[in-house]
Each structure stands twice: as structure tokens, then as C-alpha cells.
């Protein structure tokens, strides 16, 4: 949030920027619920939300600058391994387990080429999923502005 916020002060039109576009990292995770992750579906739901509103017209028409989100799915990194420590029980932990092992192996490349997508076609606001295997795909806000 603070780094969206920056970068408006420093880009906006309207404080001697050229305007531009920020691209936000979230997850998949902040477009739905996650049971086995509810802090951090909370936190990258919060991302989502700052990017819907931040990437309203409202804002685009004062600051020139464009707002929007990646979310890919779930990676097997670290972070989903190690969650199983900090679990808040032992049927989480065990089902983060299994959960964990089953994900698909999505590189690098598969996430830049959507952010590339992004930027190129995106809308202000948008909000692109990226996940395994598949052609990323826009996600709308369920209740228009």
C-alpha cells in the first residue's frame, strides 16, 4: 500500500509526474476465499481492493496513473511449505500437506509473460489471474462501481 501511495506522489500528474501505471502483486487467494490461509487471503484481498479503487476513473483522471493487480495462483514455494508450521491446527496443517504437494509448477517466465499482457492490454483497475497451464484471465469486481 505504501509503495501504490509513493508512487502516485511521485508519478501523478497532478504533483509534477508524467503519470505512468503501478502494477500491484497479489494472489489468486485475494479474489476468493482460502480456509487454510485466512490472514493471508485477508492480506492479498486488501491489495485487491486498493487496486480496485486506486484504478477507478476517479483517480486515473486527477493522477494519469493506472492501477493494477497480478494475482497467480498458488507456486510451491517456501511459503506454502513452511505455512504448515505455523498452522492453526493439526487437520490444517495436515491438509496443507497434501495441498502443498499437489500444485502445479508454474515458472517465472509463465508470471512475466502475464505481466507483460497486463501492462500492455490491462485496463486501469484490472485485476489479471495467472495460473498454471492456462491463458491468464481477467477477474471483474462482482459489484460495479
Do not use: W
Not at 501511495?5 to 501523478?12: H, I, S, T, W
Not at 477507478?56 to 497480478?70: A, Y
Not at 500492455?120 to 489471474?129: D, I, L, S
Amino acid at each position: 500500500m505504501r509503495g501504490t501511495l509513493l508512487a502516485l506522489e511521485r508519478m501523478g500528474i497532478n504533483k509534477g509526474g508524467d503519470g505512468g501505471v503501478v502494477v500491484n502483486i497479489s494472489s489468486i487467494t485475494g479474489l476468493k476465499a482460502a480456509p487454510l490461509g485466512p490472514v493471508y487471503a485477508a492480506t492479498k484481498h486488501a491489495i485487491v481492493g486498493l487496486t480496485r479503487s486506486l484504478g477507478s476513473e476517479f483517480h486515473h483522471k486527477i493522477s494519469g496513473v493506472k492501477v493494477q493487480s497480478l494475482c497467480p495462483s498458488l507456486v510451491r514455494t517456501d511459503l506454502v511449505i513452511n505455512s504448515v508450521k505455523n498452522a492453526f491446527s493439526p487437520e490444517v496443517a495436515q491438509t496443507l500437506t497434501k495441498f502443498a504437494a499437489s500444485l502445479a509448477d508454474m515458472s517465472a517466465e509463465t508470471v512475466a509473460e502475464a505481466l507483460i499482457k497486463l501492462l500492455e492490454e490491462g485496463r486501469n483497475g484490472a485485476c489479471m489471474v495467472v495460473v498454471a497451464d492456462k491463458t491468464p484471465f481477467y477477474v471483474d469486481s462482482p459489484i460495479p462501481s
